[in-house]
């Protein structure tokens, strides 16, 4: 039960301050345009919370239904408006001012991910580093004679210095397919270049990760089996389980090194596992019955809820700090909201060609669990978190679909286009069209929430 409360509260919090920022960017260029606002509103359905006040009376509502919101605005279309407020309706304003206003969300969304990465290269980031392990026979790494221990320093000439930025340029390579170029350096300090065709990689499967697939695989350090931290609340903590204890062995087999600890608990399937352990110098047993969660590439794996105990020495040799000072980090947030941005973009592209497999949509359960599963980790993992969902959002709503604020800008670039609005039944007709294809898109993801979920 804990562990579902630390779940939902992770995802009220993101979706609440998503929304906001969303909407806040609507109402804060609707006030520029002096236009009255009527009613702002987190989430859609009846008010449960209702509080009006400032000079125009607005309405600040909670609403029923948390997937979203809105900002109500004066409008002739809406009803009857008094002659003193006609200038500040919404359909009485010029083209270029509605169009700022609508465009206003997807961008707050966009600043907030430009805003969140800041901070965090500010602060300072702790990332994995691009080190191989030994490639798997047969895979496309092995053919390339990539060797283990090897650190990749660039891909195709871009320089990496974290395994999530190698991961980002093979997936751009992936993408176009292109040869990717790997250019690596090994402990005594050899280069070699390898060359991976991924040209034949198939897109549509990009809902997995793909670089085991590749055979690229991250060289994990072999840490002592000792429990550093357990989550409150775990099957773990139930089981009697504590920071310091040195796990032997798991259903008998021994675990020389937490890797193997790590593999064993995750490929678990719904059972009780008896776990032998050291406690100063006492040879103990319990058994856990581990929970099962969602990983990244949305398969059912267990956990107990247990941390490896940090190992400073070793943690140098596998983790770098990504930090910068306060105008670069300016310009390094800026790209990589742009690259997220362009990449969502054309993921969405592949997907309408088939290109892309509509597997890759998440729904609120998934996005709900990564939520979760980001808190747990840290501060730093769930603002970049939130960064990718902001991001997502705000591309998702520039989409011109009737509904979402991409539909309504569709609308004002052929007012400008035919020098008059379109007439309002063509409007309706859109409306009820975008309704059904979001209702589509909304019933996929959840679809394949429920997939991820029964099936892994």
Known sequence: MDGFLWVVGAFVVALGILIVVHELGHYAVA???????LRFSVGFGKPLLLKRFGPNGTEWALSAFPLGGYVKMLDEREGEVAPEDLSRAFNRQSVARRSLIVLAGPVANL???VMLYWLLFVSGVEEL??????PPVGTLAAEAKVGSGETVRSVSGTPVATWMEMRWELLRRILDHEVAILETIDEKGNIAVHRLETTGIDTRNLDKDLLPALGLRLMRPALPPVIGDITPGSPAATAGLSAGDRILAID????PNWHEVARYIREAEERVLSIEFERKSQLLQVEVTPDRVMDQSGKQVARIGIAVRDDPQLRGKAYVTIRYDPFTALQKSLTQTWETSILSLRMIGRMLTGELSVRSISGPVTIADYAGQSARLGGDHYLRFLALISISLGVLNLLPIPVLDGGHLLYYLVEILKGSP???RVMEIGQQVGVVMLALLMSLAFYNDINRLVFG
């Open 252 to 255: 008998g087999a021994l675990t």
């Open 422 to 424: 379109l007439p309002e």
């Open 31 to 37: 006030r520029l345009c002096d236009v009255k606002i």
């Open 111 to 113: 600043l907030l991910a």
């Open 129 to 134: 580093r691009p080190i191989l392990a030994a």
